[in-house]
């Protein structure tokens, strides 16, 4: 079983639509996870970061968190085509000391 | 601006050469990570640091090395054991705490010819 798990798509979404990406994770000790958005031939950007069970918001964006289940997934509202990337889900492992990354869901905008 | 600066940006290896790869970075960051990228595969931890002249193997270590001498700097050394070199390369670090996210350089791109 893979650490961090994502499926890697490519998911097309119309413009405005709500945009669904969804991680699960094998270590449950993991306390921080992360998701961010890479732009192709670029590095990731950090876009959204949850340590609780529950939801966070930021402007289009929510990250859910469900500990119990080890899944977490993150919302992007009102969907643009600036959106369209790749988005890597990341979880702390290792006692906390580096960080696991799935190998991305492809996300695709359409107008 | 604070931040994290790898060069080349772009690096082209003979079969058998060693190079390095540069990060540098401003942030006052104590950890600091390798990261490979191949298509399909998501990114992969070469090696970490976590102090000054201390560091640990990641999941693909064999057929790099690494050095910290200073706080700011950690090269990679891609070796000629390495036998699939081509990749992405990304260095990062991380803020004081262990629950903050990475910073990454802009990456360098290998390619072995």
């Known amino acids: 079983q893979k650490e961090v798990e994502q499926n890697s798509g490519p998911l097309s979404v119309p413009e405005g639509a709500i945009a669904s990406l969804n991680c699960t994770y094998s270590?449950?000790?993991?306390?921080?996870f992360f998701w961010y958005r890479q732009y192709s031939g670029k590095s990731p950007e950090l876009i959204m970061s949850?340590?609780?069970?529950g939801d966070k918001e930021d402007g289009r964006f929510t990250a859910q968190l469900n500990k119990a289940s080890q899944y977490v997934s993150l919302l992007i509202r009102d969907s643009q085509p600036s959106d369209s990337a790749t988005y890597l889900c990341?979880?702390?492992?290792?006692?906390?000391?580096?960080?696991?990354f799935g190998t991305g869901t492809q996300l695709k905008v359409e107008l | 601006d604070g931040g994290i600066t790898q060069s080349p940006k772009y690096l082209f290896r003979k079969e058998g050469q060693n190079v390095t790869l540069s990060c540098e970075q401003n942030?006052?960051?104590?950890?600091m990570y390798w990261y490979r990228q191949d298509p399909g595969q998501g990114l992969r931890l070469i090696y970490y640091?976590?102090?000054?002249?201390?560091?640990q193997k990641g999941d693909i270590a064999e057929g790099y090395s690494v050095s910290r001498e200073k706080k700011e700097s950690f090269p990679l050394t891609v070796t000629s054991a390495q036998k699939n070199p081509t990749a992405f390369y990304l260095c990062?670090?991380?803020?004081?705490?262990?629950?903050?996210?990475?910073?990454f350089g802009s990456g360098t791109r290998l390619t072995v010819v």
């Open positions: 990062a670090s991380r803020g004081p705490q262990k629950n903050y996210g990475y910073t």
């Open positions: 270590d449950r000790g993991s306390q921080s």
């Open positions: 949850i340590y609780s069970n």
């Open positions: 990341a979880v702390v492992t290792g006692g906390g000391n580096k960080l696991t």
């Open positions: 942030l006052n960051h104590d950890a």
């Open positions: 640091s976590q102090i000054v002249n201390d560091f």
